[in-house]
């Protein structure tokens, strides 16, 4: 693999995707500015251009709402298949001058900042934390204070959307089995299917069987509505929401950028308020309260009935992401990845390839992510697994270095599915280009 060339074709799709102080996901399909993508992005920025890494983080900041969220989309200029969903969502507590969505996704904003802090010197470091802290501490309070109230430390999400790994198993067995409208099964029974798949704009650019399925993606827009419905009131949709969830990956990336938020106040002597550092100390351990002492596995949970979603998905591994587990514990995760490894080519099927779910292409039901292998990776090597770290590592680069930077991958035979020219591939790959041997 030349990782020069690698590198270059990074570069080069990240240029295309600036928008000018943020960086769309993907042409085409994905025309705004998405939450954990844009941090993803700045981590690949840092290595060749840290103000324009501080920009995409700056410019993340600017969708806040006054309550303290940070939402998972600020819309851009070109059309988005969702546009309309939001459009009719707004609300009084987004800024003022942008249209956002009213949702939220998994939160890298504190290792992004960190990452890039890493390359910056001291005093443009500590004077950028100091601009940014009481934002970062706003979010981190809203997700405690509205997303966990049983105050346990794990927070709850309200649309799968919120977890990045939108069509992931636990989450649609979820709504199919306790919230699918008489309509929308009346439809499919109907075999309304086909003519809802010819309606979808996002398969203009994908194929449909990359894609969330169709049913599923009215699903999706359906509890979108019941969100809007509610006017976002946390509160009282923790008590009806029959599908809200206490996700593995978002809670553990959740501990992580708590740790980096320890790390970043520190560094400016700044205090975290008492309730919130006690919270953070709890979510320390709350991951126990996923995990299946009969499976051996870590698990999505059900927010209402508290009882585990015994789906697997990618999140089962980034427990060591979040760096909270014990050492014994991380072990028999990396023994367990190790031995599902050897049942694929490519590191990290999103699904397992003996899950029912399983399909090598469609979306996170099955495919290889780089975002989610670099998560892992970097968990790997902070509990010393090197050398399965460096494995995955490599057999990531030279997915995106022989197809380029797709958005996702078989992990059966490596062909790229989804959207080209995918930003945060680029800078992941080109992150792990550059921090490895
Ligand atoms: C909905 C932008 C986003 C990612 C998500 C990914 C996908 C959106 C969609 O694209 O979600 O947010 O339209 O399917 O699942 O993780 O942030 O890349």
Same mark, same amino acid.
């Given at each position: 693999m030349n990782k020069r060339k690698l590198i270059e074709q990074c570069e080069i799709t990240l240029k295309q995707n600036d928008v000018g102080g943020w960086t769309r996901p993907?042409?085409?399909l994905y025309p705004h500015q998405w939450l954990w993508d844009s941090c993803f992005v700045a981590i690949g920025l840092r290595h060749y251009d840290i103000n324009r890494a501080q920009l995409e983080i700056d410019n993340l900041f @600017?969708? !806040?709402? =006054?309550?303290g969220m940070i939402p998972h989309i600020i819309q851009g200029k070109g059309d988005y298949y969702a546009d309309q969903l939001w459009n009719n969502g707004r609300?009084?507590?987004? /800024?003022?001058?942008l249209l956002t969505s009213g949702i939220t996704q998994p939160p890298l904003l504190a290792e992004a900042m960190v990452l890039i802090g890493e390359k910056l010197p001291t005093k443009k470091r500590q004077g950028w934390y100091r601009q940014h802290i009481n934002q970062l501490l706003a979010y981190h309070e809203w997700l405690y204070r509205e997303r966990d109230p049983h105050q346990v430390g794990l927070v709850a999400l309200l649309h799968p959307w919120e977890s990045g790994l939108d069509n992931s198993p636990s989450w649609m067995k979820q709504i199919h089995k306790h919230h699918k409208p008489l309509w929308i099964s009346v439809g499919a029974g109907l075999g309304l299917t086909g003519l809802l798949e010819k309606m979808r704009k996002d398969t203009h650019f994908v194929p449909a069987r990359e894609r969330i399925g169709t049913i599923d993606a009215l699903l999706l827009y359906y509890h979108v509505r019941k969100l809007i419905v509610a006017h976002y009131d946390n509160k009282k949709l923790l008590k009806s929401s029959r599908i809200a969830t206490e996700d593995v990956a978002y809670n553990s990336i959740l501990i992580r950028a708590n740790q980096h938020l320890r790390t970043i106040a520190a560094e400016i002597n700044v205090e975290i308020p008492g309730w919130l550092h006690e919270r953070m100390r709890k979510a320390q351990s709350a991951l126990d309260m996923l995990w299946d002492e009969n499976e051996h596995m870590y698990f999505d949970r059900d927010? @209402? @009935? !508290?009882?585990?979603? #015994?789906e697997p998905t990618i999140? @089962? +591994?980034?427990p060591l992401y979040s760096g909270a587990v014990s050492k014994k514990r991380a072990d028999q995760l990396a023994h367990e990845l190790q031995k599902e490894l050897s049942?694929?080519? +490519? /590191? *990290?099927?999103?699904?397992? *390839?003996? =899950? /029912?779910?399983?399909? #090598?292409?469609?979306y996170w039901q099955g495919p290889t992510w780089v975002n989610t292998n670099w998560m892992i990776i970097d968990g790997l090597k902070r509990y010393g697994h090197t050398e399965l770290a460096q494995s995955i590592t490599t057999r990531t680069l030279e997915l995106v270095s022989i197809h380029?930077?797709?958005e996702y991958f078989s992990p059966i035979d490596g062909t790229p599915a989804g959207a080209h020219q995918f930003s945060w591939s680029a800078a992941l790959a080109l992150d792990l280009a550059k921090t490895s041997q």
């Amino acid at each position: 693999m030349n990782k020069r060339k690698l590198i270059e074709q990074c570069e080069i799709t990240l240029k295309q995707n600036d928008v000018g102080g943020w960086t769309r996901p993907a042409p085409g399909l994905y025309p705004h500015q998405w939450l954990w993508d844009s941090c993803f992005v700045a981590i690949g920025l840092r290595h060749y251009d840290i103000n324009r890494a501080q920009l995409e983080i700056d410019n993340l900041f @600017r969708g !806040q709402w =006054s309550n303290g969220m940070i939402p998972h989309i600020i819309q851009g200029k070109g059309d988005y298949y969702a546009d309309q969903l939001w459009n009719n969502g707004r609300s009084d507590l987004m /800024p003022k001058d942008l249209l956002t969505s009213g949702i939220t996704q998994p939160p890298l904003l504190a290792e992004a900042m960190v990452l890039i802090g890493e390359k910056l010197p001291t005093k443009k470091r500590q004077g950028w934390y100091r601009q940014h802290i009481n934002q970062l501490l706003a979010y981190h309070e809203w997700l405690y204070r509205e997303r966990d109230p049983h105050q346990v430390g794990l927070v709850a999400l309200l649309h799968p959307w919120e977890s990045g790994l939108d069509n992931s198993p636990s989450w649609m067995k979820q709504i199919h089995k306790h919230h699918k409208p008489l309509w929308i099964s009346v439809g499919a029974g109907l075999g309304l299917t086909g003519l809802l798949e010819k309606m979808r704009k996002d398969t203009h650019f994908v194929p449909a069987r990359e894609r969330i399925g169709t049913i599923d993606a009215l699903l999706l827009y359906y509890h979108v509505r019941k969100l809007i419905v509610a006017h976002y009131d946390n509160k009282k949709l923790l008590k009806s929401s029959r599908i809200a969830t206490e996700d593995v990956a978002y809670n553990s990336i959740l501990i992580r950028a708590n740790q980096h938020l320890r790390t970043i106040a520190a560094e400016i002597n700044v205090e975290i308020p008492g309730w919130l550092h006690e919270r953070m100390r709890k979510a320390q351990s709350a991951l126990d309260m996923l995990w299946d002492e009969n499976e051996h596995m870590y698990f999505d949970r059900d927010f @209402r @009935r !508290q009882t585990l979603l #015994h789906e697997p998905t990618i999140g @089962r +591994y980034l427990p060591l992401y979040s760096g909270a587990v014990s050492k014994k514990r991380a072990d028999q995760l990396a023994h367990e990845l190790q031995k599902e490894l050897s049942g694929t080519l +490519y /590191p *990290i099927a999103s699904v397992p *390839i003996t =899950s /029912p779910y399983f399909s #090598h292409h469609r979306y996170w039901q099955g495919p290889t992510w780089v975002n989610t292998n670099w998560m892992i990776i970097d968990g790997l090597k902070r509990y010393g697994h090197t050398e399965l770290a460096q494995s995955i590592t490599t057999r990531t680069l030279e997915l995106v270095s022989i197809h380029g930077p797709y958005e996702y991958f078989s992990p059966i035979d490596g062909t790229p599915a989804g959207a080209h020219q995918f930003s945060w591939s680029a800078a992941l790959a080109l992150d792990l280009a550059k921090t490895s041997q």
